[in-house]
């Protein structure tokens, strides 16, 4: 499977497929599915723990190192707040923050494809996920959409806990319970994805730090190696594609 370097970006979900350079340690507000497409790949966690693996899913807050050994990859984040990444949760808990070797063999290259495009986790996982999971409590759901879809700049924490009658303090508690990760974490994620979606309007770096509200492209620049382990212009400059789902 030839290497395209295509970025897919949808409200809830994102997919890379292609080559990228062994990331440093890092952690992002978001579950993966790291595939090798082509080979296996060595991901690194904890107290010196170390796989070489074909599959690995990663949960949100966990601090690893991913080295794809050269190989084609594919990586599926979903939003903590998507109902797969909510069905991961049971998972995650009995097994921990990393398990390895937890998809299907890669097998034919059309079918693969058609499975990851369409984000069909219950074809691409060996385990089944929990369909039981509660709803989001609806002030974090109106705090999502405000991160999202920012109308004049950056929206205060004060105001987002004003927002839904909360002092500062018992919102970033409410939105940890919730999102499995810290107001801030999840904050700085947004922002980085709003920037990889301007992508698909301008390829220049410099533009998608705006878009992102970042103040510069040197902040952009902090923030995305803080998420993912690596430089933008590394990952997002060699890009083919970037496609946005309505």
């Known amino acids: 499977m030839p290497a395209r370097n295509t970025l897919t970006l949808g409200t809830d979900r994102a997919l890379y497929v ?42 949100a807050g966990v601090e690893h190192l991913f080295d794809p050994c050269g190989e084609v990859v594919a990586l599926v984040y979903l939003e903590p707040d998507s109902a797969q990444a909510r069905g991961l949760r049971g998972l995650f808990g009995q097994e921990g923050g990393v398990v390895v070797d937890v ?56 105001d987002l806990a004003s927002g839904v009658q909360l002092s500062a303090s018992r919102f970033n508690h ?4 919730e999102m499995g990760v810290s107001l801030r974490t999840y904050r700085v ?14 390829p220049r770096l410099t533009d998608a730090a705006l878009h992102g509200e970042f103040s510069d492209s040197a902040h952009f ?15 997002l400059k060699p890009l083919k594609k970037v496609t946005l789902l309505a």
């Open 174 to 177: 409410l939105f940890r319970a």
């Open 103 to 158: 998809a299907v063999p890669v097998g034919a290259r059309s079918a693969m494809e058609g499975y990851l495009h369409h984000f069909d986790l219950p074809a691409l996982l060996r385990c089944p996920l929990d369909s039981e999971v509660a709803p989001l409590d609806p002030r974090v759901v109106r705090s999502l959409h405000l991160l999202r879809h920012p109308q004049a700049g950056r929206v205060a924490r004060g």
């Open 189 to 202: 994620w947004s922002q980085v994805r709003l920037a990889m979606a301007g992508l698909a309007v301008s």
């Open 221 to 235: 620049s902090r923030m995305f190696r803080q998420t993912f382990g690596m430089t933008p212009s590394s990952v």
């Open 18 to 59: 292609g080559e990228i350079p062994a990331t440093g340690w890092h952690c992002h507000a978001s579950p993966v599915l790291l595939m090798g497409l082509s080979g296996r790949f060595a991901v690194h966690w904890g107290a010196g723990r170390v796989e070489t693996c074909h599959s690995a899913l990663v949960d």
